[in-house]
């Protein structure tokens, strides 16, 4: 009591700064446009990855620019980006060089994707899912419509749908009385160089179904479409049996790799 007051020491007047943050879990200086993904957990002062911020440009550039401002390996870049803390650029290109084009790595099976390096289930997933949803857009393009004036993206879809499946599928497309497809199934999956077809069956299936035309679909797995002794024997089987019953055969397609045979076409039928 009455003494002086004692003055405070410099550690005392001055709190101890506290570190800026930028509303993240991290010290501030990512800045707007970072991907945390990217950043990385190195420690302060380390430089940044090259690839520092490329994920926010890619995706902002993508949402302004559109899907033709980018290159395919940017957009497979895209769906890769569930893998965390990565530079995916090379990835993108190897699955690229390795299946020929974005619907090859996207229709590709998953075991196939999964062999290249660096590959999470999540980024599996996240390509099998852009396939899916490619394919069932194509289908929902020529389904209920005149295969007459939509003949190329059936065509279309029938490639995507069965180039590049690893073994023999048979499909049938079923129109009615004005060639409109009313439905498409695959009947019959067999090996990697025979399909068993039961004419009997197909036109069946075509009778439940009130259809009058069929055009016939199957793959080659090996990529060369040309019909084989067994696919016009077969071809032949099946006519003759729908004939029968009122039911036309318009075509018989074969699906390769890059291209296909039409029997039609070709003087088959």
């Not at 290109?93 to 590709?108: I, M, Q």
């Amino acid at each position: 009591m009455g003494g002086s007051r004692r003055r405070p020491s410099r550690v005392e007047e001055q709190d101890p700064p506290l570190p800026a943050t930028d509303g993240s879990d991290g010290p501030a200086g990512g800045g707007a446009g970072t991907d945390a993904s990217e950043a990385g957990s190195g420690a302060a002062g380390e430089d940044a990855p090259h690839y520092h911020g490329h994920r926010e440009r890619l995706r902002a550039r993508f949402l302004e620019q559109g899907a033709e401002a980018l290159q395919d390996y940017e957009l497979l870049e895209l769906l890769l980006f569930q893998i965390p803390r990565r530079d995916v650029k090379p990835l993108a290109k190897a699955l690229l060089k390795a299946h020929g084009s974005l619907w090859g790595v996207v229709s590709a099976p998953a075991d196939a994707l999964r062999r290249q390096r660096e590959m999470t289930e999540g980024a599996v997933a996240a390509l099998k899912v852009a396939g899916a949803i490619g394919l069932r857009m194509a289908r929902q393009e020529v389904l209920g419509k005149p295969v007459l004036s939509s003949w190329q993206k059936l065509l279309d879809y029938c490639a995507g749908a069965m180039a590049n499946e690893p073994v023999e599928q048979f499909r049938i497309l079923f129109l009615d009385r004005k060639n409109t497809l009313i439905a498409d199934e695959v009947q019959q999956r067999g090996t990697v160089d025979h399909t068993p077809v039961y004419p009997r069956e197909v036109v069946k299936r075509a009778l439940e179904l009130n259809a009058t035309a069929l055009i016939l679909v199957h793959n080659h797995p090996s990529g060369d479409p040309t019909p084989s002794r067994a696919d016009i024997e077969m071809t032949k089987q099946i006519i003759q049996a729908a004939t029968a019953l009122g039911v036309v055969v318009h075509d018989h397609v074969i699906i390769g790799k890059g291209r296909h045979v039409s029997f039609k076409s070709i003087g088959l039928m």
